[in-house]
């Protein structure tokens, strides 16, 4: 559990890998627009801070979380990108849509970092209520989307040492 107003996306750049010659996907959930566009903007951010170039990231936007397995199925497969960040927003309702949607997409994006050789790094907040994710995507407790670009960067590098 987050600490409360506890800022968790900070991090020390000098420790990141140069992502200078990294191409980058994100694929975006249209759905709950507010809290996804923020993530997204956060892991953008990230990325030209650490040296990508605007030109090496690519973002697609999908309807909602369960199409991005195959938004970022198709983006590994036609786009050459050493990484691919999925952002999303599920927030609990009243009924067991939530523990569907997030089981599935949780599982796609696992299966797609076992079958292929591009990581696929997981910023889909599954949060009981919205204001918890306004904390995460940009309030008191950082930004998620910050948190996975760095991962994003650090799985590249990891890929590239390791080819």
């Known amino acids: 559990m987050a600490t409360a107003n506890k800022n968790l996306s900070y991090y020390d750049k000098n420790t990141i890998p140069s992502a200078k010659n990294f191409r980058f996907g994100i694929v975006v959930s249209e759905w709950n627009s507010n809290?996804?566009?923020?993530?997204?903007?956060?892991?953008i951010?990230?990325?030209l801070?650490?040296?990508v170039n605007e030109a090496d990231v690519i973002r697609w936007d999908v309807p909602g979380s369960f199409e991005l397995i195959y938004g970022s199925k198709r983006m590994i497969e036609t786009q050459n990108v050493d990484a691919v960040i999925v952002?999303?927003?599920v927030i609990q309702g009243e009924t067991?849509?939530?523990d569907f949607v997030c089981e599935g997409?949780?599982?796609g994006i696992k299966d797609l970092n076992v079958q292929t050789d591009v990581p696929?790094?997981?910023?889909?907040l599954t949060d009981n209520n919205l204001q918890q994710a306004i904390d995460r995507s940009g309030g008191v407790?950082?930004?998620?989307?910050?948190?996975a670009a760095i991962a994003a960067i650090k799985m590249a590098y990891l890929r590239q040492q390791t080819a």
């Open 45 to 47: 951010e990230a990325l």
């Open 49 to 51: 801070e650490n040296d």
């Open 120 to 124: 696929v790094i997981f910023c889909v």
């Open 96 to 98: 067991k849509h939530f």
């Open 141 to 147: 407790h950082g930004n998620k989307g910050t948190e």
């Open 105 to 107: 997409v949780a599982q």
């Open 35 to 43: 809290i996804t566009y923020a993530l997204c903007n956060g892991a």
């Open 87 to 89: 952002i999303g927003s």
